[in-house]
């Protein structure tokens, strides 16, 4: 099998052509990131890029996990949710018509997920999305290297979380691993070329690491660096507070006046997110890292870029002199922005950035210390390391990967066996973990299983039965009034399951028994012809069940049968035109998979309105370009509300409703007239006062209440009728 020798071309077409979840890591320092925005400003596939905290997210450019999906932040427990159902469905129209257009979600730094929040992403698309899939059918890129950051699990939550995870990772998940996913490691490291410190890194990061290895790197302990000679590195540490301390004293030190920057913060930006100190202190002399890349044309700087402060102007600019940097140059840089995004739809259905709060500040951070966490990305020429109390594992490796190379790292002090971690969990997943080989036959396969996929999604009628039975089951509930309506609704249920669905797993045995041959051209062609056929066949059906849904009566007295009858009516409706958009075109045009997921994406803007509910339902066609030309999915004519076999006199009837909804005056309707009375009116017709007595529900206080006025509006009816 010819391998492909570029996993970065491989991760590509796993995206692009395939609906495989991938897991994409590697070593530190071999474009991940890089990656990521690359994807990301090229790909066809409608997607979002989401990352456990809110300096993740900014970083890559996204949204957090929680933000997007409006979950609460305690545990996830399979099975139980999180308590309070409310909180996990807490969904905005528009937020729910993005979602139900996604083809992709990117999860940025997914080391630092836990396996509960998986689940919890899971639990919400299927109730949004589809019931039967994983993750509602949505595709999941999953970017993050589980040697680096490793998720927070505070000992209260885990103990909660333990009886159904093996461990604290990502991999733990019960739905990804329900969806499977595969794994492409990036193994070219570009950040560091020395074989010999490769070597070592590489001994850490897989537990290899022998006493030869702690030799090796203990020499580096032994390097004496001068006070003048420190200047010129940095100092990564294991605590915020060693860092904070060496950073203070050293600003204390200097001679030169303070000056303090404020950060001004507008919108929602909550202080766990600020990407910099939001009270920020400066001296001439300091020695400062930019903490961002230069939004301007001229990218003088970027992210880890070291330098000392050499003037500070009362126009609120900081001029910084580089260090270790080829360019000389000094860098003048006063306030920049970082926003905090969330994601929309356009006018034209296009999923767009908008800001939701903005931070804006200078840059910079203290640097002659910072701490091994805040140094994740970064690149030094020159770093003095102090991991020998490391606790948490991967986190001497992170720090030692933050240098070019071994010549310009110096260690504080020995690091002892116990500073070099790893977690036996990470250690048993990546060894027993499959790799994508990335040969264009293992492509060719997934390129197969994802044309088979989407098309039984094309041909699977089995989420449209559920809404449909739920729209039974509500409507039985609802309209006892309409006996003949829920009769003849029972009628297109029964043809449904047996013209629709008996034919769906026909026409399933014929593909699955082809489909595998469908390299062959006269199988091809079959199956083709077989597509086109079977969109053709079902669209009647489907028309049918739609004329049915738009016949329906409205009236109910329940509010809570009739919020749960309109609920269940929209889902359906949703997905029936939703699918006779996709047979009008693939009744004539040959089945693809981009095609397909354009299509549905068109067909899901074009007829909800963002609560799901069809802007096309009163209509009685609905419209779209397909293949360039405008046509019409024919969805029968709209009768009106009331007119059904159940309603012998529709105008009287109407009349008496609209008597009702005065009468009550904001009260429940059923206060006034049950919807079974005023059907039996217009059934008996009365026109005194013991006919009035006769009528179901009518009764002589409701009678002595109302009676008069009902035998007035039954006379003027009758009276237009001679």
């Known amino acids: 099998m010819a391998k492909s020798s570029d996993p970065l071309s491989a991760a590509r077409s796993i995206i692009e052509e395939t609906g495989v979840n991938l897991f994409l890591t590697g070593k530190a320092g071999t474009g991940k990131t890089t990656f990521l925005r690359r994807l990301s400003g090229a790909t066809s ?22 933000s997007f999906f409006q979950l609460p932040f305690s545990p996830f427990i399979p099975g139980k949710g999180f308590g309070d159902e409310k909180k996990v469905l807490r969904i905005s129209k528009q937020k729910l018509k993005l979602i139900n257009t996604l083809d992709l979600i990117i999860i940025d730094e997914i080391s630092m997920v ?20 994983p993750f509602g059918g949505i595709q999941l890129l999953l970017i993050g290297d589980l040697r680096q950051l490793a998720p927070v699990a505070q000992e ?8 159904y995870y093996d461990s604290p990772y990502f991999f733990e998940s019960h739905a990804l691993r ?25 001994r850490i990061r897989d537990n290899r690491a022998d006493s030869s290895t702690l030799r090796a790197l203990n020499s580096r302990a032994a390097i004496k660096v001068s006070a003048a000679e420190e200047s010129s590195y940095v100092r990564l540490t294991t605590h915020n507070y060693r860092a904070n301390a060496i950073n203070a004293d050293r600003l204390e030190h200097l001679r030169s006046p303070e000056r303090v920057f404020n950060a001004v913060v507008e919108g929602d930006f909550p202080e766990s997110a600020y990407p910099a100190e939001a009270t920020l202190r400066l001296k001439k002399g300091a020695r400062v890292i930019f903490i961002k890349n230069d939004p301007g044309p001229t990218k003088e700087y970027y992210n880890g870029l070291l330098g000392d402060i050499v003037e500070i102007r009362d126009n609120n600019e900081v001029v910084v002199r580089p260090i270790g940097d080829e360019r000389k140059n000094d860098i003048t840089v006063g306030f920049v922005e970082w926003e905090r995004t969330r994601y929309t739809l356009d006018d034209n259905g296009e999923i767009k950035e908008e800001p939701e709060g903005v931070f804006r500040q200078i840059p910079l951070r203290l640097a002659w210390a910072i701490t091994i966490h805040k140094s994740q990305g970064l690149t030094f020429d020159r770093a003095i390391v102090d991991a020998a109390h490391s606790f948490a594992p991967g986190q001497t490796y992170v720090a030692l990967s933050r240098c070019r190379s071994l010549d310009g790292l110096v260690l504080d002090s020995p690091l002892p066996p116990h500073a070099i971690m790893t977690d036996p969990a990470v250690n048993s997943f990546i060894a027993s973990q499959a790799r994508m080989e990335g040969s264009e036959e293992e492509l060719d396969s997934f390129r197969d299983s994802y044309f088979n996929q989407l098309l039984f999604e094309l041909l699977d009628f089995r989420q449209i039965d559920t809404a449909l039975d739920s729209v039974f089951r509500a409507a039985t509930a609802a309209l006892n009034a309409f006996p003949a309506y829920l009769d003849s609704l029972a009628g297109v249920r029964a043809r449904f399951e047996r013209d629709v669905k008996g034919v769906m797993y026909r026409l399933f045995n014929f593909l699955g028994t082809r489909l595998p041959e469908r390299a062959d051209p006269e199988v091809s062609a079959a199956i083709y012809a077989k597509i086109r056929g079977g969109a053709s066949y079902f669209t009647p059906y489907l028309q049918e069940l739609m004329q049915a849904i738009d016949n329906m009566p409205e009236d109910v007295d329940n509010k809570a049968l009739k919020k749960r009858l309109a609920t269940a009516r929209t889902l359906l409706e949703d997905l029936l035109l939703t699918r006779l958009y996709l047979f009008r075109h693939f009744s004539s045009a040959q089945f693809d998979p981009k095609e397909y997921l354009r299509l549905k994406t068109e067909a899901l803007l074009k007829f909800a309105d963002g609560s799901g509910k069809p802007s096309a339902r009163a209509s009685a066609s609905a419209g779209g370009r397909v293949a360039g030309a405008r046509t019409k999915i024919s969805v029968a004519a709209t009768a009106k509300p009331h007119a059904t076999a159940d309603v012998e006199h529709p105008r009287l009837y109407r009349r008496l409703t609209e008597w009702r909804r005065s009468k009550a005056d904001g009260k429940p309707l059923y206060t006034v007239l049950h919807t079974s009375t005023i059907v039996d009116i217009c059934r008996r017709l009365p026109t005194n006062r013991k006919a009035m007595l006769e009528v179901f529900g009518m009764g002589r206080v409701r009678y002595d209440s109302y009676g008069e006025e009902l035998l007035s509006i039954v006379a003027d009816y009758l009276s237009e009728q001679e």
């Open 45 to 66: 596939k409608r997607h979002v890029i989401l990352a456990p905290t809110g300096v993740a997210a900014i970083n890559a450019g996204g949204s957090t996990i929680h």
């Open 114 to 133: 836990r396996p509960d929040l998986l689940d919890a992403i899971d639990h919400t698309l299927r109730k949004l999305r589809n019931p039967l899939r």
């Open 156 to 163: 209260d939550e885990w103990n909660l979380l333990k009886p």
């Open 178 to 202: 329900e969806a499977g996913f595969l794994m492409v490691e990036l193994t070219k490291v570009f950040r560091q070329s020395d074989p010999v410190f490769l070597d070592i890194l590489n």
